[in-house]
């Protein structure tokens, strides 16, 4: 009876394609139907005097249509921004105190360069892309911290975003 | 001997698992999970450019008399005898700034004797003794922060080949400062050894402290 096997195979398969699926789908901390995942987040240890703290961490959008980061909060801080950080050309000692030229877009090249920080109103996550969120680049600040960030605890933020809507991830504080 | 970018090569190492958390649903950061394939090789990080480059042949350090965490006059002549390593940034900084002197703490713990570490502000008209003293002292005793007037700032900054300037901001956070990110490396003698860029890491600032007798 060799027919008899023939399903034996494809069952497996079919359920793994399915377990893939659920984990796929669960993988919002938001619910279900959102395509936004947050992976890798962590905050800088800071302390509570600090004027601000960063976090950073990593934003895929699974979705075929792009969404937006468009504001962020947090227990631990009165404000919470989306910065980044971006080159700034060549150094010109005599630039003085001025109000200075717009920032040119972000760049890799820094070396011998400025760079500056800049307010992000709306960081785009692409179709089927993702953002990184790291030192010198895209960053998380927290503006007045409400406590020490402390290594080896963790901090909530609440991140906003155009289509998924809040998403709440949980940060690791460390050190570096 | 092998500089690399940091940031590059963290970020090569942190694909497998990202991609592994998104396989995995809610992965904790923490997770344990290995990926079954290796990461990519480092050959294939992007900018693999030097992260530092050396004053050859040295020269002396130049000039750095401000004002020092007490609130009385620092003369960065007053360390000879270690190595040291000069920085200038601002308080309001949250990412480049704690980035470059968290990296800087990191190579303190890689190397054998004590190193100083200059903290000197751009950004006067916020940066008074005690912000420099509470920012810097959380990266350790080896620290001082370094504020003065802002014509001093300034005349230090330009002694040192260092351009800063305000940038208005709609932040909360208030006006940004862009600046240079190097660190500069003055042997025990006083010269001028080394600038290091942004992204340089731990293990590379150690290599150049060990150079010079760190």
């Known amino acids: 009876m060799p027919a008899r096997r023939f399903p034996a195979r494809p069952f497996p398969l079919l359920a793994g394609a399915?377990?893939?699926?659920?984990l796929v789908a669960g993988c919002s901390s938001a619910g279900t139907a959102s395509s936004i995942t947050v992976t890798g987040a962590w905050a800088r240890a800071s302390s509570a005097m600090a004027a601000a703290g960063a976090a950073y961490m990593t934003i895929a959008n699974s979705g075929s249509e792009a969404d937006a980061l468009i504001g962020a909060s947090s227990p631990v801080a009165a404000t919470v921004?989306?910065?980044?950080?971006?080159?700034?050309?060549?150094p010109s000692p005599s630039d003085g105190m001025g109000m200075g030229s717009p920032m040119p877009s972000a760049s890799a090249g820094t070396d011998g360069g400025m760079m500056g920080m800049q307010p992000v109103a709306r960081l785009e996550i692409p179709a089927g892309g993702t953002v990184e969120l790291k030192p010198g680049g895209y960053h998380i600040m927290l503006i007045g911290l409400t406590q020490e960030l402390?290594?080896?605890?963790?901090?909530?933020?609440?991140?906003?975003?155009?289509?998924?809507g809040p998403i709440t991830v949980t940060a690791d504080v460390r050190e570096s | 001997?092998?500089?690399?970018?940091?940031?590059?090569?963290?970020?090569?190492?942190?694909?497998?698992?990202?991609?592994?958390?998104?396989?995995?649903?809610?992965?904790?950061?923490?997770?344990?999970?290995?990926?079954?394939?290796p990461p990519l090789p480092a050959a294939t990080?992007?900018?693999?450019?030097?992260?530092?480059?050396?004053?050859?042949?040295?020269?002396?350090?130049?000039?750095?008399?401000?004002?020092?965490?007490?609130?009385?006059?620092?003369?960065?002549a007053s360390l000879r005898g270690s190595p040291v390593l000069v920085y200038f940034g601002y308080t309001h900084c949250p990412d480049v700034c704690p980035t470059t002197l968290s990296d800087i703490r990191d190579a303190l713990r890689l190397v054998a004797v004590p190193v100083r570490v200059v903290f000197v502000t751009i950004d006067p008209a916020r940066d008074d003794v005690a912000a420099m003293?509470?920012?810097?002292?959380?990266?350790?005793?080896?620290?001082?922060?370094?504020?003065?007037?802002?014509?001093?700032i300034r005349a230090a900054a330009d002694a040192w080949g260092v351009s800063y300037r305000r940038l208005d901001s709609t932040s909360a956070?208030?006006?940004?400062?862009?600046?240079?990110?190097?660190?500069?490396?003055?042997?025990?003698?006083?010269?001028?050894?080394?600038?290091?860029?942004f992204g340089a890491s731990p293990e590379l600032i150690a290599e150049r402290l060990r150079e010079v007798g760190g």
């Open chain 1, 18 to 22: 399915v377990l893939a699926a659920v």
């Open chain 1, 81 to 90: 921004e989306v910065h980044e950080t971006v080159a700034m050309g060549a």
């Open chain 2, 173 to 197: 956070a208030g006006y940004a400062m862009a600046h240079t990110t190097e660190t500069y490396l003055v042997d025990a003698t006083g010269l001028l050894r080394h600038h290091l860029f």
């Open chain 2, 45 to 76: 990080a992007p900018a693999l450019g030097a992260r530092d480059t050396a004053y050859d042949p040295p020269r002396a350090a130049p000039p750095l008399r401000l004002t020092g965490g007490d609130g009385r006059p620092f003369d960065l």
């Open chain 2, 1 to 37: 001997m092998h500089p690399r970018p940091r940031a590059g090569v963290r970020l090569l190492r942190l694909a497998p698992l990202a991609a592994a958390a998104l396989l995995a649903g809610c992965a904790p950061a923490d997770a344990t999970w290995q990926p079954a394939s």
């Open chain 1, 150 to 164: 402390k290594a080896g605890t963790t901090i909530q933020i609440t991140l906003t975003f155009e289509k998924a």
């Open chain 2, 133 to 152: 003293t509470v920012y810097v002292d959380a990266y350790g005793s080896g620290f001082v922060g370094l504020t003065g007037t802002a014509a001093e």
